[in-house]
């Protein structure tokens, strides 16, 4: 009891301190500037001061239900739906995923060439010469553009990479646009052109 009284006297006495200082800062700023200079203080301390809620006691039953009411209050981040997309952010999606394809299919080709004997497969270049040679025209045609277009669009787009890497193309947003546009259509022909040759 005798604490709780003590207590009160020391807020007592500290809030009659700060009434003190604001009537001399505000009777006489200019005569005492040390006391504006503390009544700003603390008027300032006053109104930055942090508001402290009390915290809900949550029950270990009700706990699922507090973060599913959380997460829908929430902002929600942008989604792939209501993404613009732009020929250079796809060409760089683009650049990693034939990557993926060519040294996937190198190392399955690879992997499966080294354990046919084990398996009883035959592997060998004959073989497969005659295999594809049996496919129709539109499956050979189809094959080679799957194998063809990766390959000369991963080549093409890792030239403009290490093009603009330097920082040439980067001046202007029009000529980032046509150079990832020509990469496009440059490695389209240039894998009609494997097809028709090879």
Do not use: C
């Given at each position: 009891?005798a604490?709780?009284?003590?207590?009160n006297?020391?807020l007592?006495?500290?809030?009659?301190?700060?009434?003190?200082?604001?009537?001399?800062?505000?009777?006489?700023?200019s005569?005492t500037?040390i006391?504006?200079?503390?009544?700003?203080q603390q008027?300032?301390?006053?109104?930055?001061?942090?508001i402290?809620?009390?915290?809900?006691?949550?029950?270990?039953?009700?706990?699922?239900?507090?973060?599913?009411r959380?997460?829908?209050?929430?902002?929600?981040?942008p989604?792939?739906?209501?993404y613009?997309?732009?020929?250079h952010?796809?060409?760089s999606?683009?650049?990693?995923?034939t990557?993926?394809?060519?040294?996937?299919?190198?190392?399955?080709?690879?992997?499966s060439y080294?354990?046919a004997?084990w398996?009883g497969?035959?592997?060998?270049s004959?073989?497969?010469?005659?295999?594809?040679?049996?496919?129709?025209?539109?499956?050979?045609?189809?094959?080679?553009?799957s194998?063809?277009?990766?390959?000369t669009?991963?080549?093409?787009?890792?030239?403009?990479?290490i093009?603009?890497?330097?920082?040439?193309?980067?001046n202007?947003?029009?000529q980032?646009i046509?150079?990832?546009w020509?990469?496009?259509?440059?490695?389209?022909?240039?894998?009609?052109g494997?097809?028709?040759?090879?």
């Open positions: 009891m604490g709780s009284i003590q207590k006297m020391m007592m006495q500290k809030a009659s301190s700060i009434f003190s200082l604001r009537r001399a800062a505000v009777a006489s700023p005569i500037p006391m504006g200079l503390a009544w700003q008027v300032r301390m006053q109104t930055t001061k942090p402290i809620t009390p915290l809900r006691v949550i029950k270990p039953e009700s706990a699922q239900e507090e973060l599913a959380q997460r829908l209050q929430r902002p929600v981040a989604h792939l739906s209501i613009k997309w732009q020929v952010s796809v060409s999606a683009m650049e990693r995923n990557g993926l394809l060519l040294a996937g299919g190198l190392y399955l080709f690879g992997t080294l354990v004997p398996l497969w035959d592997l060998s004959a073989t497969l010469i005659a295999a594809f040679s049996s496919l129709p025209v539109a499956a050979k045609v189809i094959l080679k553009l194998i063809a277009w990766p390959f669009f991963h080549l093409f787009n890792g030239i403009r990479y093009i603009s890497s330097t920082g040439y193309t980067l202007s947003r029009s980032f046509k150079i990832a020509a990469v496009v259509g440059s490695s389209a022909l240039a894998a009609v494997l097809v028709a040759y090879v």
